[in-house]
Structures are given as structure tokens and as C-alpha cells.
């Protein structure tokens, strides 16, 4: 299965910006979709960022015009670019994969997976 290991986190100020990067463990053209979730103590996981393999990127309002994510295909990182932070930010941000794979066959046993990795903490200090 993909591994993924997200990094960059940490403490920054109010309007400060922060990179985080997902480092996956295969080619991220395998990789149907990757994203950047968060959750906050007390609350839901809730999706960020997202993008597709043919480079289609959804956001969700609350960041529009403010997170950016993108991808090195070289690197096989997806990240996210975070600016005009607020203490609302503060959470553990997550990456997530899901994809699909051919166990077996013909006919085709496909197997999907939906993987997620350890987290990165960012805190944003007013």
C-alpha cells in the first residue's frame, strides 16, 4: 500500500505562512487522488485541499484563495502552500490517498484504498 509522510508542520503567527509536504511511497500518477485534511480538537476531519491525477485541484471555502496545493511529480510530494494563516488553522493536517489496484484476475479483482498518514500539528498564534 502507498506510505505517506507529511512534514512542515509547526508554530507560526497570525498571517504568517506555512508549507507542508506529503511524501508518497509510489508514483503519484498511481494515485487517483490525493488531499489535505484537518481536524481540530473536538471536531471532525474535514478535507482542505485535493487533487486529482490529471492535476484537478477542489478546495474547500473556508481556504479558497488562501491554501494552495500542488504537486512535483519528480518527488512524488504533494503540498500545501498556506498563507495568511489564523488561528483557526490551528489543527493536525493529514494527507490522504485514494486509489485503486488489480489484485487479481482476469476478470479483474480491484481493490480500492483510501490511506492516510500520521499527521502533521500546525498551530497559529494570534
Known amino acids: 500500500q502507498v506510505q505517506l509522510v507529511e512534514s512542515g508542520g509547526g508554530l507560526v503567527q497570525a498571517g504568517g505562512s506555512l508549507t507542508l509536504s506529503c511524501a508518497s511511497s509510489e508514483n503519484i500518477f498511481s494515485i487517483h487522488t490525493l488531499a489535505w485534511y484537518r481536524q481540530a480538537p473536538g471536531t471532525q476531519r474535514e478535507l482542505v485541499a485535493a487533487i486529482a491525477d490529471d492535476g484537478n485541484t477542489n478546495y474547500a471555502g473556508s481556504v479558497k484563495g488562501q491554501f494552495t496545493i500542488s504537486r512535483d511529480v519528480a518527488k512524488n510530494t504533494v503540498y500545501l502552500h498556506m498563507n495568511s494563516l489564523k488561528p483557526d488553522d490551528s489543527a493536525t493536517y493529514y494527507c490522504?490517498?485514494?486509489?485503486?489496484?488489480?489484485?487479481?484476475?482476469?476478470?479483474?479483482?480491484?481493490?480500492?484504498?483510501?490511506?492516510w498518514g500520521q499527521g502533521t500539528l500546525v498551530t497559529v498564534s494570534s
Open positions: 490522504n490517498a485514494k486509489y485503486a489496484r488489480i489484485i487479481s484476475g482476469p476478470p479483474p479483482d480491484i481493490r480500492h484504498y483510501d490511506n
